[in-house]
């Protein structure tokens, strides 16, 4: 059945950079939008990115704009998360996301993948 699989997450120092991956199985990815939220302790759930699935367009957080690139790989079924020049506040937990459409939106994300921790620290 549908699966999001997210992975990548890690310990790096700030300045440092990861991959996140959300790899999905079990629906053909190429008719959704995907996102990616985090939660950091304390703080509420947020949206950082999504990628659309009809023309592939790109949604950031202003908070990670010029930093982190969303892209995506149809034939792979896999959505990535490249994440540089680290800062400590990126801390959280890390989420994927399907969204029942193909654009993106701040909502109707009905499926979700595990969380995967990215910790930014000294």
């Known amino acids: 059945q549908l699966q999001l699989v997210g992975s990548g997450g890690g310990l790096v120092q700030p300045g440092g950079s990861l991959r996140l991956s959300c790899a999905a199985s079990?629906?053909?990815?190429?008719?959704?939008?995907i996102g990616w939220f985090r939660q950091a302790p304390g703080k509420e759930r947020e949206g950082v990115s999504c990628?659309?699935?009809?023309?592939?367009?790109?949604y950031y957080a202003n908070s990670v704009k010029g930093r982190f690139t969303i892209s995506r790989d149809n034939a792979k079924k896999t959505v990535y998360l490249q994440m540089n020049s680290l800062k400590p506040e990126d801390t959280a937990v890390y989420y994927c996301?399907?969204?029942?459409?193909?654009?993106?939106?701040?909502?109707?994300?009905?499926?979700w993948g595990q969380g995967t921790q990215v910790t930014v620290s000294s």
């Open positions: 990628i659309s699935s009809s023309d592939s367009s790109t």
């Open positions: 996301a399907l969204r029942s459409g193909r654009n993106c939106a701040p909502y109707g994300y009905d499926y």
């Open positions: 079990g629906f053909t990815l190429d008719y959704y939008a």
